[in-house]
């Protein structure tokens, strides 16, 4: 009996551990990889594998997400991490996170890629990098029986098999999804991942019918500086603006429009919706000191995000009171007297234990501006990985628009959406679990 072929499109955190688990459970693997070489947006990560402790932490931090597949995202995470290391990649415990068990690939994403490509390889598994996956096949019954693909700018072929897994990681690198999805401005969006995932999985699988899953219009990502900053793509964490959550964000009319204190992540889903998906953070001096300049930790270096986004290019000042800070972001466009009756309002709020009353509430983190000196940068939406895609069941099987499995189709990843839902509870959870799941299913 011949084994069962499968092929895996994409080789980041979803792919990598997909072919490697349909291996060990005796499949005939073939790995495909769109980039030069293998790890997808993996390999520009801190290497940061977490997720919620408790399936009700999961609920508290992603409270629109998926209930049956985040209750299997918790629970099946332990084993998961353990079958990794088994395998003998490093994954260091971060100790001290009440709602959290977070680990650190040790020394590196790079590293944790390197060994599973390694032990893919030498268990006999076949990877194809420059190789992109244009389209399905499928037989008269419905069944995928094979994949078309194109390895450089040679010509088409098809590869035959019995599943095809799909984890090209979403279609955030894909302007027409992106204007669909997440609207006019979403090409001011900076691409805070690597820059192959173009929706491929996501429109191949149309062709055979697979239904959306929710959260098609949300997105994880973080504020980055703005234009004309470029952040380089090796070094994104040094200049994620994490702290937005402890500051002030004003959009180009001067007036705050969200609640900061839901977290960057939400955030950065807000400001992409501004006018020219632009904001200023504007916070004091006890922000910068507390949260705007970061010890080395998590996997990223010692960062000042404020100083060295400002030498990047982007616009960023400080001034000694309010009314100075004002009237110098009126030459990026801002209008001083409504920028300044907004901080002062907000001050007033947040002296008052009013934030929450305020036309866009304040709920928690409620610092102040008033320790000078000030500052103000402008910050624009870094998107990592779109958070909607193919719907999927328990077993990664992906679903056609009446909710039937597809046969042979399998997804994981950001390929596989709904899971989380404007909330972010991890990524690279995403594609140990449903990888995992994907490439037992399917060799079984």
Same mark, same amino acid.
Not at 248 to 264: A, H, I, M
Not at 366 to 379: D, E, S, W
Not at 416 to 427: K, L, P, R, S, V
């Given at each position: 009996?011949?084994?069962?072929?499968?092929?895996?499109?994409?080789?980041?955190?979803?792919? !990598?551990?997909?072919?490697?688990?349909?291996?060990?459970?005796?499949?005939?693997?073939?790995?495909?990889?769109?980039?030069?070489?293998?790890?997808?947006?993996?390999?520009?990560?801190?290497?940061?594998?977490?997720?919620?402790?408790?399936?009700?932490?999961?609920?508290?931090?992603?409270?629109?997400?998926?209930?049956?597949?985040?209750?299997?995202?918790?629970?099946?995470? #332990?084993?998961?991490?353990?079958?990794?290391?088994?395998?003998?990649?490093?994954?260091?415990?971060?100790?001290?996170? #009440?709602?959290?068990?977070?680990?650190?690939?040790?020394?590196?994403?790079?590293?944790?890629?390197?060994?599973?490509?390694?032990?893919?390889?030498?268990?006999?598994?076949?990877?194809?990098?420059?190789?992109?996956?244009?389209?399905?096949?499928?037989?008269?019954?419905?069944?995928?029986?094979?994949?078309?693909?194109?390895?450089?700018?040679?010509? !088409?072929?098809?590869?035959?098999?019995?599943?095809?897994?799909?984890?090209?990681?979403?279609?955030?690198?894909? #302007?027409?999804?992106?204007?669909r999805y997440f609207g006019r401005w979403s090409d001011r969006l900076i691409l805070r991942s690597n820059p192959h995932s173009t929706g491929d999985g996501w429109q191949m699988a149309q062709l055979l019918h697979a239904g959306p899953s929710q959260a098609m219009g949300s997105f994880y990502g973080h504020l980055l500086p703005a234009p004309p900053a470029q952040v380089p793509t090796h070094d994104f964490i040094a200049y994620t603006q994490y702290h937005s959550a402890q500051g002030v964000l004003v959009n180009s009319q001067g007036e705050r429009f969200t609640d900061e204190s839901l977290g960057d992540e939400t955030n950065a889903q807000v400001v992409a919706r501004q006018p020219q998906a632009l904001a200023f953070l504007i916070f004091d001096d006890f922000v910068y000191r507390t949260f705007a300049v970061r010890a080395e930790g998590g996997g990223a270096r010692a960062s000042d995000t404020f100083f060295e986004s400002k030498e990047l290019g982007a616009p960023?000042?400080?001034?000694?009171?309010?009314?100075?800070?004002?009237?110098?972001?009126?030459?990026?466009?801002?209008?001083?007297?409504?920028?300044?009756?907004?901080?002062?309002?907000?001050?007033?709020?947040?002296?008052?234990?009013?934030?929450?009353? !305020?036309?866009?509430?304040?709920?928690?983190?409620?610092?102040?501006?008033?320790?000078? #000196?000030?500052?103000? !940068?402008?910050v624009t939406p870094g998107v990592t990985f779109t958070l909607g895609g193919l719907s999927i069941n328990h077993n990664a099987q992906v679903l056609d628009r009446s909710g039937h499995a597809i046969p042979g189709l399998y997804a994981a990843g950001a390929d596989a959406g709904g899971i989380h839902n404007e909330q972010y509870a991890g990524g690279l959870c995403l594609g140990l679990v449903f990888g995992r799941r994907a490439g037992q299913h399917a060799a079984a």
């Amino acid at each position: 009996m011949q084994p069962t072929k499968i092929v895996v499109a994409g080789a980041g955190m979803a792919g !990598l551990v997909a072919a490697v688990q349909a291996q060990e459970r005796g499949a005939d693997v073939v790995l495909l990889e769109k980039g030069p070489q293998p790890g997808g947006s993996l390999a520009l990560s801190g290497g940061t594998l977490w997720c919620p402790r408790t399936v009700e932490d999961l609920r508290r931090l992603v409270p629109r997400g998926h209930g049956e597949l985040g209750r299997i995202l918790v629970e099946d995470f #332990p084993a998961g991490v353990q079958w990794l290391r088994d395998r003998g990649t490093n994954l260091a415990l971060l100790e001290g996170l #009440p709602d959290r068990k977070v680990y650190i690939m040790e020394p590196g994403p790079g590293a944790f890629i390197g060994q599973m490509v390694e032990r893919f390889q030498s268990g006999g598994g076949t990877l194809l990098v420059d190789t992109a996956a244009t389209a399905l096949l499928s037989n008269d019954a419905g069944q995928v029986s094979g994949i078309s693909v194109r390895t450089g700018d040679g010509p !088409l072929q098809n590869i035959a098999c019995d599943r095809v897994i799909l984890a090209t990681g979403g279609f955030q690198a894909n #302007p027409e999804m992106m204007a669909r999805y997440f609207g006019r401005w979403s090409d001011r969006l900076i691409l805070r991942s690597n820059p192959h995932s173009t929706g491929d999985g996501w429109q191949m699988a149309q062709l055979l019918h697979a239904g959306p899953s929710q959260a098609m219009g949300s997105f994880y990502g973080h504020l980055l500086p703005a234009p004309p900053a470029q952040v380089p793509t090796h070094d994104f964490i040094a200049y994620t603006q994490y702290h937005s959550a402890q500051g002030v964000l004003v959009n180009s009319q001067g007036e705050r429009f969200t609640d900061e204190s839901l977290g960057d992540e939400t955030n950065a889903q807000v400001v992409a919706r501004q006018p020219q998906a632009l904001a200023f953070l504007i916070f004091d001096d006890f922000v910068y000191r507390t949260f705007a300049v970061r010890a080395e930790g998590g996997g990223a270096r010692a960062s000042d995000t404020f100083f060295e986004s400002k030498e990047l290019g982007a616009p960023a000042g400080t001034a000694p009171n309010l009314e100075e800070l004002a009237e110098a972001m009126q030459m990026w466009g801002l209008h001083a007297p409504t920028l300044l009756a907004t901080l002062r309002s907000y001050n007033q709020a947040v002296a008052q234990g009013s934030g929450a009353r !305020l036309a866009a509430p304040r709920r928690q983190n409620a610092n102040p501006v008033l320790t000078p #000196p000030f500052y103000a !940068l402008g910050v624009t939406p870094g998107v990592t990985f779109t958070l909607g895609g193919l719907s999927i069941n328990h077993n990664a099987q992906v679903l056609d628009r009446s909710g039937h499995a597809i046969p042979g189709l399998y997804a994981a990843g950001a390929d596989a959406g709904g899971i989380h839902n404007e909330q972010y509870a991890g990524g690279l959870c995403l594609g140990l679990v449903f990888g995992r799941r994907a490439g037992q299913h399917a060799a079984a």
